[in-house]
């Protein structure tokens, strides 16, 4: 049995539950606050950083990296051509570094601007860095957004999915990231067609559905966020 440490709102977890969901496995979820720092959970990850996953009670695979890695070792040679990692170095390569590109580089540019400024500090208390978001965090993280959907939209137009042919992690981890900003409504769909058309595509499948149900108390979603033909 799988168990999945996460913060609905976390763009990695959010990642971690969409890959889940495309290789069939079953899994029950327990959500974390990070900036709480408990001791139960930091004994699982001394980072205190979601997602960690547990299978059958062994060791903690902490991080979206290391989850991704570790499901395409256990799970994904049994998945055929359904499998998110390609067979080829080079485009193992290259989706490893489109998930970097999303995980670490988007985020940490754009979507988790948006996420801690206008979701984590509702719940933070002050102590800790909660309270009023930011106006010029999120001016930034608007601005970035534009230079990221213009290389998006390049991708989108000049390849089946983000890293080729395949469905693979990449579109994964930048639809997760994405699927944050969108609910807050910071995502210019107006500005990149290939990257709305592209999206569209994969919140369209099943394993998107549970987080497309998802609401945060006080603060519905966009217009756009659920919409399969938004």
């Known amino acids: 049995m799988l168990t999945l440490y996460h913060h609905p709102f ?33 004994m699982l990850n001394p980072a205190g950083t979601v997602p960690v996953l ?6 903690p695979v902490c991080g979206p990296y290391a989850i991704m890695e570790y499901l395409d070792e256990t799970r994904g040679y049994a998945m055929g051509d359904r499998r998110l990692m390609p067979d080829h170095p080079e485009l193992r390569a290259e989706t490893r570094r489109l998930v970097e590109w999303g995980l670490r580089k ?30 010029a965090i999120l001016r930034v993280a608007r601005a970035n957004i534009h230079h990221h ?33 969108d609910y807050l409504g910071e995502v210019p769909w107006d500005t990149e067609e290939n990257v709305k058309a592209w999206y569209a595509r994969v919140k369209s499948r099943p394993s998107f559905r549970p987080l497309l149900s998802e609401k945060m108390l006080g603060m519905p979603p966009s217009m756009t966020y659920a919409d399969l033909d938004f």
């Open 10 to 42: 976390s763009p990695s977890s959010r990642f971690v539950r969409l890959i889940l969901g495309e290789y069939g496995a079953n899994y029950e979820m327990h959500t974390i606050n990070p900036w709480e720092r408990r001791r139960e959970f930091l």
């Open 54 to 59: 547990i299978e059958n009670g062994g060791t």
């Open 106 to 135: 988007f985020d940490d540019e754009v979507a988790g601007h948006f996420v801690r400024e206008r979701i984590y500090k509702q719940d933070m208390p002050r102590s800790v860095g909660g309270g009023e978001p930011d106006s």
């Open 149 to 181: 959907m213009r290389y998006f939209g390049y991708l989108a137009a000049s390849r089946k999915w983000l890293g080729g042919d395949r469905l693979s992690f990449a579109d994964f981890a930048l639809a997760a990231e994405l699927s944050c900003a």
